[in-house]
């Protein structure tokens, strides 16, 4: 049960910090166009 929670933290952080670089490159290349 530990290993399956862990991994799914793991995968959570990874799809919000995924999430934040990509709507960060959005706002950058909106704000350079």
Known sequence: ????IISFIA???LIL???CF???NL???NKLK
């Open 1 to 4: 049960m530990e290993v399956n």
């Open 27 to 29: 706002c950058k290349n």
């Open 17 to 19: 910090i995924h999430n």
């Open 22 to 24: 990509s709507t960060y």
């Open 11 to 13: 995968t959570a952080l």
